[in-house]
T-cell receptor, first 111, second 115 residues
Framework: DTGVSQDPRHKITKRGQNVTFRCDPI?????LYWYRQTLGQGPEFLTY????????KSRLLSDRFSAERPKGSFSTLEIQRTEQGDSAMYLC?????????FGQGTRLTVV | AQSVTQPDIHITVSEGASLELRCNYS??????LFWYVQSPGQGLQLLLK??????LVQGIKGFEAEFKRSQSSFNLRKPSVHWSDAAEYFC?????????????FGPGTSLSVIP
């Protein structure tokens, strides 16, 4: 499978714990995006990388959130001191232009 | 700023009936427009896209959409709905290449299909 892959698919964590998600984009894609989707809502933009450079962060991305793409390939999204409001589906997408390809997402549940 | 509205939160149609899902966008220039479908627990799948040219675009699974600049709309249609079309549908708007290629999604329309 050469699509966008995300790991893990599901994560349950206790409030206050740190979590890290991984996204492997399509190999030739230089752009990588993170979105968050809560129940009954459309995906909301979080952040965007072109190669290893993080070019924009949404105001939704509080100081507890950090994303990296160290070698311009895979990316990680870390949430520190998780809160119940962080419970959501975290979607990763990659693109070479305007066509986005999404992974299946990581569903985070904070209990 | 770009924005997308989908006026219908939930729609129910009978199998075999026609379908139209509404989408309105706000964007300063000619946008790039998309429709995505998301089945429960799944990622987003691109149904179709409009970049330029013919304002009626064909997509996968028998879907089509029409771009109407005067109405700032990009409604999705299907002449005959199948039970497997039950899913969440998202309209999205993006920037042309050369600018920041962020895609903004609407809130989605949930489609239920009655056998």
């Amino acid at each position: 499978d050469t699509g966008v892959s995300q790991d893990p698919r599901h994560k349950i964590t206790k409030r206050g714990q740190n979590v890290t998600f991984r996204c492997d984009p399509i190999s030739e894609h230089n752009r990588l995006y993170w979105y968050r989707q809560t129940l009954g809502q459309g995906p909301e933009f979080l952040t965007y990388f072109q190669n290893e450079a993080q070019l924009e962060k949404s105001r939704l991305l509080s100081d507890r959130f950090s994303a990296e793409r160290p070698k311009g390939s895979f990316s990680t999204l870390e949430i520190q001191r998780t809160e119940q409001g962080d419970s959501a589906m975290y979607l990763c997408a990659s693109s070479q232009g305007i066509l986005f390809f999404f992974g299946q997402g990581t569903r985070l549940t904070v209990v | 700023a770009q924005s997308v509205t989908q006026p219908d939160i939930h729609i129910t149609v009978s199998e075999g009936a026609s379908l139209e899902l509404r989408c309105n966008y706000s964007y300063g220039a000619t946008p790039y427009l998309f429709w995505y479908v998301q089945s429960p627990g799944q990622g987003l799948q691109l149904l179709l896209k409009y970049f330029s040219g013919d304002t009626l675009v064909q997509g996968i699974k028998g879907f089509e959409a029409e771009f109407k600049r005067s109405q700032s709309s990009f409604n999705l249609r299907k002449p005959s709905v199948h039970w497997s079309d039950a899913a969440e549908y998202f309209c999205a708007v993006g920037s042309p290449p050369g600018s920041y290629d962020k895609v903004i999604f609407g809130p989605g329309t949930s489609l239920s299909v009655i056998p």
